[in-house]
């Protein structure tokens, strides 16, 4: 005899609370959440209990330390929003970069112009900030007029501010060439052991335009300068010394050496002074 259909209904419904009563089914009578919270704390609790269930050993690092450890460090993130400066900035930065290592063809002797690597080498030494004070002094001791005994005095001056700025530019920004070349022993006698600002540059810059200033010389001799001065800061590009922004800031502040140093310009009678304590001859100080 088949069955009442509103009793049958009724104990499908009463089968099913039973059913949806049972431990394996209570997360359907719970109400919706949020989904990111609740998938966070279904994590977390997963995680105590099994850290509770499998505590670790003395010797291992916790759920916690390992999750710390797989952590990315901040500066291996990706930057989703860049703005356009430091988009920008990347973009010269990693230019410069190319172009410098492009240029460096006397790195080594193997490179595509390794033949000239020494005349390129004896190019930069002479514009080396041990060269040029150690000739100035020399020039200073054999001078005897007071005209040249002042100009000689004044770029001895210009010549010790120029590597004392250059190194301390470079100790503070610590920047790297575009090849990993170690210094040489006279870079690091003139502290010269970095590669931004180029000093060989600022050097060039600041010496030509000095020269030009305040001596009386031919036009080809002008222009010679000239050229000895770009090349100069060129060569170490060559070398792999520098990047190209590195030479070209090394010829900004060069002219601001030379800008300063006329503004500060010493008399005759405080270089004839400055001689005469260099020298003890305080006799001679009139």
């Known amino acids: 005899m088949p069955l ?33 919270a609740w998938r966070r704390s279904g994590q977390s609790r997963s995680q105590q209990n099994q850290q509770s269930e499998n505590p670790p050993e003395p010797g291992e690092p916790s759920v916690k330390e390992r999750r710390e450890a797989t952590r990315l460090p901040d500066e291996d993130c990706m930057l989703l929003n860049p703005s356009f400066r430091g988009i920008a900035i990347n973009s010269l930065l990693a230019i410069d ?46 001078s005897n007029t007071l005209a040249g005994q002042e100009v000689l005095i004044n770029l001895l001056i210009a010549l010790i501010l120029d590597v004392l700025t250059v190194a301390g530019v470079q100790n503070l920004v610590r920047r790297k060439g575009p090849w990993d070349i170690s210094p040489g022993f006279l870079d690091c006698v003139a502290l010269d052991t970095y590669s931004f600002p180029a000093a060989h540059a600022s050097r060039a810059a600041m010496v030509s335009k000095f020269l030009l200033s305040h001596l009386v010389l031919a036009v080809p001799l002008r222009v ?63």
């Not at 800008?259 to 009139?286: D, K, R, Y």
């Open 4 to 36: 009442n259909p509103s009793r049958s209904r009724a104990k499908d419904r009463s089968g099913t609370s039973s059913v949806l009563g049972w431990p394996e089914f209570l997360s359907l009578n719970v109400p919706p959440r949020n989904n990111r």
């Open 97 to 142: 970069i190319c172009l410098s290592k492009r240029l460096g063809v006397c790195v080594h002797t193997t490179s595509s112009w390794g033949s000239m690597r020494s005349a390129v080498t004896l190019l930069a030494l002479t514009g080396h900030g041990i060269t040029w004070i150690c000739g100035t002094l020399v020039c200073l001791t054999q």
């Open 224 to 286: 010679l300068l000239v050229l000895w001065a770009v090349l100069m800061g060129l060569s170490r590009v060559l070398l792999g010394q520098h990047h190209l922004t590195d030479m070209a800031c090394g010829f900004a502040l060069g002219f601001l050496h030379f800008s300063l140093m006329e503004t500060v310009w010493l008399s005759s009678g405080a270089c004839q002074t400055l001689i005469s304590i260099g020298t003890f001859s305080w006799g001679s100080v009139h």
